[in-house]
Nanobody, 116 residues
Framework: QVQLVESGGGLVQAGGSLRLSCAAS????????MGWYRQPPGKQRELVAE???????NYADSVKGRFTISRDNAKNTVYLQMNSLQPEDTDVYYC??????????WGQGTQVTVSS
């Protein structure tokens, strides 16, 4: 059974930094990508950043230049370094694991709150 364990959320002042981590375990085969999403109130869940097993990355325009996604393939762990955080980055961040055969798995979410 696949499990995703997230950590690293919290409260930070505008301009500060946080680092999110997500460790995947349990019956993982053929990882296509891992990434982070967030869901603003009243809106659909949206991509923040993703990284493929080969290391290609994709970012939402709103976080380019501020957030960096990285991955430890040996540990099946993905990280999101978030710098220059702004109040509009406040949200619940969800870890995503996408497998070629079995599709998407989601973490429970971790709250990021940025105060002005």
């Amino acid at each position: 059974q696949v499990q995703l364990v997230e950590s690293g959320g919290g409260l930070v002042q505008a301009g500060g930094s946080l680092r999110l981590s997500c460790a995947a375990s349990g019956g993982i085969f053929s990882i296509k990508s891992m990434g982070w999403y967030r869901q603003p109130p009243g809106k659909q869940r949206e991509l923040v950043a993703e990284i493929t097993r080969g290391g290609s990355t994709n970012y939402a325009d709103s976080v380019k230049g501020r957030f960096t996604i990285s991955r430890d393939n040996a540990k099946n762990t993905v990280y999101l370094q978030m710098n220059s955080l702004q109040p509009e980055d406040t949200d619940v961040y969800y870890c995503n694991l996408n497998l070629y055969v079995f599709g998407d798995y989601w973490g429970q979410g971790t709250q990021v709150t940025v105060s002005s």
